[in-house]
């Protein structure tokens, strides 16, 4: 038996689904039940007890997240929230201090300086490709280092390796938000960071038909401590969730290849448009993130903002007129999808060092017909 690592997409398909023993069946199935008969007072079946603790559909689940990121321990929750608040309850404690990328997702920034502040948990955002403003931000107190990259939505790129080297060097974890990239593209764990986190609801389920999260994590202990603190804290994914999660992760990577496909052709059309102030994406060559990019990353994925020169009033209205882009929050379903982060998913960074432009549209490039999303801007923009 070889030790090569299976492909990608053969690890999506197979990797923690192995056929049911009882009746072959291919598709792992959905294990609706709260609670396990035991063999005895203690004598559990295969490690399952109550369904909060443990579910064959989770466990399937986890070993799959596990697989594809190439770390040692999976966890699935019942949201992206809930998988980083439990992540940051593991690792902090009342006087941590977390250093957060100057440009993190608005519900990141919303649990960390509206509900973990009053925990005790301090923050400091923080530009994540300069090292040394990175280390200055650093403190004695410092527990994580919060990186998204790309991010969510100004699609900026940071150097995972260095920012791994830093969080090190000040004997802090490396966090990595993968949401945007997904595991088809890049897997952080192997860059150097310590965990991963996922909203599942994105690219990963890839239908818009289920909200969850997940943690992997490089380090064994680690991943038992979270563990411990899953089953603890309870936030969990239940086991019809994690079957769509499942489901959506077979396909991930012809649909990543169609996502990022459709994305550079309307990256070009927006560069072509003379009200188009920038267009945000890092597989454009002019972009600043471009070559660490194209070093960490196998593609450059989906998602892509621009700003206009009609300011805000341009941007609602050119949300607003939009026909086949669904004007929604959200990403990284099939369909595709426009909003004004601004007003909508990044509303809660309003009047903080983290609020995103007023002028700036977030695309969630979908799998249809690129000559109909291209035609659709073309009016949209008017």
């Not at 939505?153 to 966090?175: E, F, K, Q, S, Y």
């Not at 994914?237 to 999660?245: I, M, Q, T």
């Not at 450059?300 to 939009?322: N, W």
Request: hydrophobic share 40%.
């Amino acid at each position: 038996m070889s030790d090569r690592l299976p492909g990608f997409n053969t690890r999506a398909i197979h990797a923690g689904q192995e056929p049911d023993p009882a009746t072959g069946a291919v598709i792992v199935p959905v294990h609706l039940t709260t609670t396990y008969k035991q063999d005895g007072v203690g004598g559990l079946r295969g490690g399952y007890e109550y369904s909060r603790s443990a579910n064959p559909t989770r466990t399937a689940l986890q070993e799959a997240l596990a697989a594809l990121e190439q770390g040692t321990s999976g966890m699935a929750f019942a949201s992206g929230l809930a998988a980083e608040d439990t992540l940051l309850r593991t690792v902090c404690e009342p006087g941590s201090h977390v250093v957060l990328g100057g440009d993190a997702y608005g519900g990141t920034y919303r649990l960390i300086s509206k509900v973990l502040s009053r925990w005790g948990v301090e923050h400091t955002p923080a530009d994540l490709n300069d090292a040394d403003a990175l280390r200055d931000a650093m403190r004695p107190t410092t527990r994580v280092i919060w990186c998204e990259t790309p991010t969510n939505p100004l699609l900026n790129i940071a150097d995972i390796a260095l920012t791994a080297d830093v969080a090190h060097d000040g004997g802090a974890l490396l966090v990595v938000d993968n949401t945007f990239a997904s595991p088809y593209l890049q897997q952080p764990l192997t860059l150097g960071a310590d965990v991963v986190v996922h909203s599942t609801t994105k690219y990963l389920g890839g239908h818009s038909d289920v909200v969850g999260g997940a943690l992997v994590t490089a380090d064994a202990e680690l991943g038992e401590r979270l563990a411990f603190n899953q089953n603890a804290m309870g936030a969990v994914a239940g086991p019809f969730d994690a079957w769509l999660v499942l489901r959506g992760i077979k396909t991930l990577g012809v649909r990543m290849d169609r996502h990022q496909e459709n994305a550079a052709r309307i990256a070009d059309f927006l560069l072509g448009r003379s009200d188009v102030a920038s267009v945000l994406y890092p597989g454009l060559p002019h972009h600043p993130g471009h070559d660490i990019a194209a070093r960490q990353m196998s593609g450059f994925g989906g998602m892509l903002s621009f700003r206009l020169l009609g300011g805000e009033e341009q941007a609602l209205r050119v949300c607003e007129r939009a026909k086949v882009f669904t004007l929604a929050e959200s990403l990284g379903g099939v369909e595709s999808l426009i909003e004004h982060p601004g007003r909508m998913t990044h509303a809660s960074a309003a009047g903080s060092p983290l609020e995103v432009p007023a002028d700036l549209v977030r695309l969630s490039i979908g799998i249809e017909n690129v000559e109909d999303l291209l035609a659709d801007l073309e009016q949209a923009l008017g």
